[in-house]
């Protein structure tokens, strides 16, 4: 894993760094030093943390690591497009778009940063200093909700076809019938002769 860490001079600098692999990783997108600090203290004992201090680099951080980051901690006051950009980039590609966005801000405004960031497709917000355990606490939540998101996809869909397992066909078809109680559907139904012949491809 690679751990990107601030240096002194603004540059976001890597090393490589041995990593705990029951930790998860987590992305701090952070451009006030201290802020950015206090959480890399707060977290990097619970979370492999990545850090930079824009949102151009946190997007491109985002897009190279979507497969291992599970939350990104994201400062909406930016340099290199702000954290509002970053929120309608995060919300247009479907690659990233299902990792969860924990917006923050300073308390001064932050009942208008709070309803601009849900509305783009923030997860959560965090307001600023830093709660300790509220954080944590917003960032478990984060996480469980998608991971519990991600499980139940896995059940639904068969791994071999990427369509409906069965159940879930019948589950979801009953939903549509019943949410459209004065509509007329068709049923199509399809069969491949030998079909185990492809399972064994």
Same mark, same amino acid.
């Given at each position: 894993?690679?751990?990107?860490?601030?240096?002194?001079?603004?540059?976001?600098?890597?090393? %490589?760094?041995?990593?705990?692999?029951?930790?998860?990783?987590?992305?701090?997108?952070?451009?006030?030093?201290?802020?950015?600090?206090?959480?890399i203290g707060?977290?990097? /004992?619970?979370?492999?943390?990545?850090? !930079?201090?824009?949102?151009?680099?946190?997007?491109?951080?985002?897009?190279?690591?979507?497969?291992?980051?599970?939350?990104?901690?994201?400062?909406?006051?930016?340099?290199?497009?702000?954290?509002?950009?970053?929120?309608?980039?995060?919300? $247009?590609?479907?690659?990233?778009?299902? &990792?969860?966005?924990?917006?923050?801000?300073? $308390?001064?405004?932050?009942?208008? /940063?709070?309803?601009?960031?849900?509305?783009?497709? /923030?997860?959560d917000f965090?307001?600023?200093?830093?709660?300790?355990?509220?954080?944590?606490?917003? &960032?478990?939540? =984060?996480?469980?909700?998608?991971?519990?998101?991600?499980?139940?996809? /896995?059940?639904?869909?068969?791994?071999?076809?990427?369509?409906? !397992?069965? %159940?879930?066909?019948?589950?979801?078809?009953?939903?549509? &019938?019943?949410?459209?109680?004065?509509? $007329?559907? +068709?049923?199509?139904? =399809? +069969?491949?002769?030998?079909?185990?012949?492809?399972?064994?491809?």
């Amino acid at each position: 894993l690679i751990w990107f860490q601030n240096i002194d001079d603004g540059v976001v600098g890597a090393q %490589e760094k041995s990593a705990n692999k029951s930790k998860r990783n987590l992305l701090i997108i952070e451009s006030n030093p201290e802020a950015r600090n206090a959480l890399i203290g707060l977290l990097s /004992a619970e979370y492999n943390v990545l850090v !930079t201090d824009n949102a151009e680099d946190g997007l491109t951080m985002l897009t190279n690591n979507h497969k291992v980051i599970s939350v990104v901690l994201l400062d909406v006051d930016l340099p290199k497009g702000n954290g509002y950009e970053f929120l309608k980039w995060h919300s $247009e590609d479907p690659k990233i778009s299902t &990792i969860p966005v924990l917006t923050t801000a300073g $308390e001064t405004d932050s009942n208008i /940063a709070q309803r601009k960031c849900l509305k783009l497709g /923030a997860s959560d917000f965090i307001s600023k200093p830093y709660n300790p355990e509220v954080t944590f606490i917003r &960032i478990e939540n =984060a996480i469980k909700l998608r991971e519990s998101a991600l499980v139940l996809s /896995a059940l639904e869909y068969d791994g071999l076809t990427g369509l409906f !397992t069965r %159940e879930a066909f019948f589950r979801h078809v009953e939903k549509k &019938i019943k949410e459209n109680p004065h509509k $007329e559907f +068709d049923f199509v139904i =399809a +069969d491949i002769d030998n079909f185990g012949l492809i399972n064994q491809q």
